[in-house]
């Protein structure tokens, strides 16, 4: 796959869109629900799974190196700037040092499962189903 100029400049500057959007939505989640549980690491990765289950449903999902424009700013740029694997991943870890097993391996439970279902009804609400 050769990546040109533009395809870069698509997932930079929807890179820095999407983690600009991660950091104000997880500022907001944690001030109003607090920070004894990594809710908006959660909120930010299960909205993430719907829009890009939504885009999915939109624009198909590719099936070969050649990638949209579309495809890249929102999927590639956004959506991966948006979303946060790293960040879930230490959260969790934290929480099971912390002493609190439960609470880690319901973060595991509700970003894997919740988010699956969501990218499935975003989805579906682009029409993809059709």
Do not use: D, H
């Not at 796959?1 to 820095?16: D, K, P, T």
């Not at 424009?69 to 912390?98: E, I, K, N, P």
């Amino acid at each position: 796959m050769s990546v040109g100029f533009s395809s870069l400049l698509l997932v930079a500057v929807g890179g820095a869109l999407g983690g600009m959007g991660r950091l104000a939505v997880t500022n907001l989640v944690t001030r109003r629900l607090g920070a004894t549980f990594p809710w908006g690491t959660l909120v930010v990765n299960l909205s993430g799974a719907l829009v890009a289950g939504w885009v999915a449903g939109r624009l198909g999902v590719p099936t070969s190196l050649e990638l949209s424009a579309a495809w890249l700013g929102l999927a590639v740029g956004v959506l991966g700037g948006y979303t946060t694997v790293s960040s879930f991943s230490l959260q969790t870890l934290s929480l099971w040092q912390s002493g609190y097993p439960r609470r880690a391996v319901g973060n595991v439970l509700a970003t894997c499962l919740i988010g699956l279902l969501l990218a499935a009804l975003g989805w579906w609400l682009a029409g993809g189903a059709q």
